[in-house]
């Protein structure tokens, strides 16, 4: 009987130690992996749409399936009635370790579909199907390393005020399935002042959502 107890008592320990390392690299796992996320650079991104490629048929599969070209179409001289070419169109992974095809960037060239400005659109694929999560009348200059799947981004927005233009340097931030405003960053390539930011922020993001900037 005494045999028994111990037996079980090795086995019940056993399992402990079992699950207690198991537990432990699960942790480790996650600490690395933020930390193989915070060893990345800060990537400062300029598109030139006619030096751009596409790796793969992947990318002209992908427009397809958003219905954002014309699939007839061979030229790529025509902005109102665009091919799937890569001189319109410039995709970005979504997050570092995810296919393609289940969520991505896609920076769109000013003009395409009689549109004036560059737009950025945010695509993730729920439930087999591709859903634009956000969509900003501007263009990415930076990815930023974060602590979670999704690197922060850096959005540039353009308008027109009194004839004056203004540019703002907007940073986003992934949260409840979409990237959402954290705050703006600069003006006219002029540094926000870190006790303005808040108020200079509040302000920019109204000017965001009356002229339509984010959709």
């Excluded at 395409?112 to 956000?134: A, D, M, Q, S, Y």
């Amino acid at each position: 009987m005494k045999s028994k107890k111990l037996i079980l008592g090795a086995v019940i320990l056993g399992l402990t130690i079992i699950v207690f390392f198991m537990f432990q690299k699960k942790d480790q796992s996650k600490v690395e992996n933020n930390h193989e996320n915070t060893k990345r650079k800060v990537e400062f991104i300029s598109t030139d749409f006619n030096e751009n490629q596409f790796e793969s048929e992947e990318e002209v599969n992908l427009l397809k399936e958003i219905s954002i070209c014309d699939t007839v179409v061979t030229t790529d001289n025509n902005l109102d009635q665009p091919a799937c070419s890569p001189k319109f169109f410039r995709f970005f992974k979504l997050r570092n370790t995810q296919a393609l095809s289940d969520g991505f960037m896609l920076q769109v060239r000013a003009g395409v579909n009689k549109f004036p400005t560059r737009r950025l659109l945010i695509f993730e694929r729920e439930n087999g199907k591709l859903v634009k999560v956000n969509g900003f009348v501007g263009y990415i200059i930076e990815r930023r390393p974060s602590q979670g799947n999704y690197d922060d981004i850096v959005v540039r927005f353009f308008e027109r005020y009194y004839e004056q233009k203004y540019f703002y340097n907007c940073l986003f931030t992934w949260k409840n399935g979409m990237y959402q405003f954290k705050s703006c960053e600069a003006i006219n390539e002029m540094k926000i002042k870190s006790d303005k930011a808040d108020s200079v922020s509040t302000e920019v993001l109204k000017i965001l959502n009356e002229k339509q900037l984010l959709f």
